[in-house]
């Protein structure tokens, strides 16, 4: 840690505290994360899942993680630096932002999910907290609770920010999938349109009446596992009519509020993928592909509407060249062994080295190309309903939560209940 300078903190949050620093040797800015927890083996600081899933990952629109360092058994994340986060944007100002400000961003986040679910891991946090923000450029930060697509259930029941989170968890759910990210970009999309959270709700039991109010009341038709999911946890939905969201989303075009509507369905199998969304109506104008994401033969295409094209092509070549390897780390790794002898307290760390993107990954290819857009099919991921063999305590607790609560008509203060901005980076309840 002696080759940064630390200039000021950014964020304190539950697992950890940010701080904008400077490379003493570089000049490089970057955020630094220090964790509260300590560690003291490598082992337990390589496999977290912020650390496994960011090693695998190198995309332009997922902030990139340069350094692990553990110096007298504390824990360093080392990421490059971002000017804002979204909320941070949202927060104070007054004039909505324009409709191809939105589309510039939410194409590049979509880009960002596709490549994270083709690597196999959901989010599972996603808000606006969570999406870094540099002139035109946004990034998905805060990989806390990154989950592996092929990891067996039972999930986590608690995982994400209320406001985003997917109705399935909400009633329990084990079985949620990536869906639960698509979920949380209808909400998030929706919000920079109207600079209000859709589902602002003050618990579980009143963020499902909350989507409720704008969704409308589930049915058999519409959601018929989420009944059953209900029904095992002995809550009953209120019962009402749902709103069209172009009444609450005015200013949002036919094209916006489709794809609004489409990420914002109750049943998870009609919500479309991000590679869906991304072929979409709404993105029509963004076909540009960044050049480090281009296929060898591809043709540079005409840059979009939203203006990104001076940016992407400064920065691809130097920054977003490759993957990060994947391989295990073990004691034999030549940094790890070299640090192992100069002893506990000493500092040790982990360079995040890129490899070439072309020779790791060919289904970014499929990225280049964007066919007109369907909506997905409608395969069930629910067939079981709900695992009758999982905590029986948990389910309890929630259901009673949600089966005694009684919810009445009120406005929520957004400002005293929305979480600081860069609080906390990797806890459940503090974004990044």
Same mark, same amino acid.
């Given at each position: 840690?002696?080759?940064?300078?630390?200039?000021?903190?950014?964020?304190?949050?539950?697992?950890?505290?940010?701080?904008?620093?400077?490379?003493?040797?570089?000049?490089?800015?970057?955020?630094?994360?220090?964790?509260?927890?300590?560690?003291?083996?490598?082992?337990?600081?390589?496999?977290?899942?912020?650390?496994?899933?960011?090693? =695998?990952?190198?995309?332009?629109?997922?902030?990139?993680?340069?350094?692990?360092?553990?110096?007298?058994?504390?824990?360093?994340?080392?990421?490059?630096?971002?000017?804002?986060?979204?909320?941070?944007?949202?927060?104070?100002?007054?004039?909505?932002?324009?409709?191809?400000?939105?589309?510039?961003?939410?194409?590049?986040?979509?880009?960002?999910?596709?490549?994270?679910?083709?690597?196999?891991?959901?989010?599972?946090?996603?808000?606006?907290?969570?999406?870094?923000?540099?002139?035109?450029?946004?990034?998905?930060?805060?990989?806390?609770?990154? =989950?592996?697509?092929?990891?067996?259930?039972?999930? #986590?029941?608690?995982?994400?920010?209320?406001?985003?989170?997917?109705?399935?968890?909400?009633?329990?759910?084990?079985?949620? #999938?990536?869906?639960?990210?698509?979920?949380?970009?209808?909400?998030?999309?929706?919000?920079?349109?109207?600079?209000?959270?859709?589902?602002?709700?003050?618990?579980?039991?009143?963020?499902?009446?909350?989507?409720? *109010?704008?969704?409308?009341?589930?049915?058999?038709? #519409?959601?018929?596992?989420?009944?059953?999911?209900?029904?095992?946890?002995?809550?009953?939905?209120?019962?009402?009519?749902?709103?069209?969201?172009?009444?609450?989303?005015?200013?949002?075009?036919?094209?916006?509020?489709?794809?609004?509507? *489409?990420?914002?369905?109750?049943?998870?199998?009609?919500?479309?993928?991000?590679?869906?969304?991304?072929?979409?109506?709404?993105?029509?104008?963004?076909?540009?592909?960044?050049?480090?994401?281009?296929?060898?033969?591809?043709?540079?295409?005409?840059?979009?509407?939203?203006?990104?094209?001076?940016?992407?092509?400064?920065?691809?070549?130097?920054?977003?060249?490759?993957?990060?390897?994947?391989?295990?780390?073990?004691?034999?790794?030549? #940094?790890?062994?070299?640090?192992? &002898?100069?002893?506990?307290?000493?500092?040790?760390?982990?360079?995040?080295?890129?490899?070439?993107?072309?020779?790791?990954?060919?289904?970014?290819? *499929?990225?280049?190309?964007?066919?007109?857009?369907?909506?997905?099919?409608?395969?069930?991921?629910?067939?079981?309903?709900?695992?009758?063999?999982?905590?029986?305590?948990? &389910?309890?607790?929630? &259901?009673?939560?949600?089966?005694?609560?009684?919810?009445?008509?009120? =406005?929520?203060?957004?400002?005293?209940?929305?979480?600081?901005?860069?609080?906390?980076?990797?806890?459940?309840?503090?974004?990044?």
């Amino acid at each position: 840690m002696e080759r940064y300078k630390l200039l000021r903190e950014v964020g304190d949050g539950t697992f950890g505290c940010v701080w904008r620093a400077i490379n003493k040797l570089s000049g490089e800015v970057v955020a630094i994360k220090k964790m509260k927890k300590k560690y003291y083996s490598w082992e337990e600081c390589v496999n977290l899942r912020e650390v496994k899933s960011l090693r =695998r990952m190198n995309h332009p629109n997922i902030v990139k993680l340069k350094e692990v360092i553990r110096e007298n058994n504390v824990l360093y994340f080392v990421f490059e630096y971002m000017e804002c986060n979204l909320y941070q944007l949202m927060k104070d100002r007054e004039k909505h932002f324009s409709e191809v400000e939105i589309r510039n961003w939410c194409f590049q986040v979509f880009q960002g999910l596709a490549y994270m679910h083709q690597c196999g891991y959901f989010h599972r946090d996603l808000k606006p907290e969570n999406l870094l923000v540099s002139r035109d450029i946004i990034k998905i930060a805060d990989f806390g609770l990154a =989950r592996e697509i092929s990891s067996h259930p039972p999930y #986590t029941e608690y995982v994400s920010t209320r406001w985003y989170r997917a109705p399935e968890i909400l009633l329990q759910s084990y079985l949620y #999938t990536s869906k639960v990210d698509m979920w949380a970009m209808g909400a998030i999309m929706a919000e920079l349109f109207t600079l209000r959270p859709l589902f602002p709700g003050a618990s579980e039991a009143d963020e499902i009446y909350k989507i409720c *109010s704008v969704l409308g009341t589930p049915t058999k038709y #519409t959601w018929s596992d989420g009944l059953n999911l209900a029904r095992s946890i002995n809550y009953q939905f209120q019962q009402f009519p749902g709103v069209h969201l172009s009444l609450l989303v005015p200013s949002a075009s036919d094209d916006a509020i489709n794809l609004i509507t *489409s990420l914002c369905s109750w049943d998870p199998c009609k919500r479309p993928s991000a590679a869906d969304a991304l072929r979409h109506p709404f993105f029509q104008s963004c076909y540009y592909v960044p050049p480090s994401l281009r296929p060898k033969a591809a043709v540079s295409g005409t840059p979009p509407s939203v203006g990104v094209k001076g940016t992407w092509e400064q920065q691809s070549p130097r920054r977003f060249s490759g993957f990060l390897p994947n391989a295990k780390l073990t004691g034999n790794h030549s #940094t790890l062994k070299a640090n192992a &002898a100069l002893g506990t307290g000493v500092q040790r760390k982990l360079e995040m080295v890129n490899q070439d993107l072309n020779k790791n990954d060919k289904s970014l290819k *499929s990225f280049a190309k964007q066919p007109r857009y369907q909506p997905p099919g409608r395969k069930n991921p629910f067939a079981t309903s709900i695992d009758k063999d999982r905590n029986a305590i948990g &389910a309890s607790d929630v &259901a009673e939560k949600l089966a005694n609560v009684t919810i009445g008509n009120r =406005r929520l203060n957004v400002g005293q209940i929305r979480h600081s901005a860069y609080k906390g980076w990797g806890s459940v309840d503090c974004g990044f």
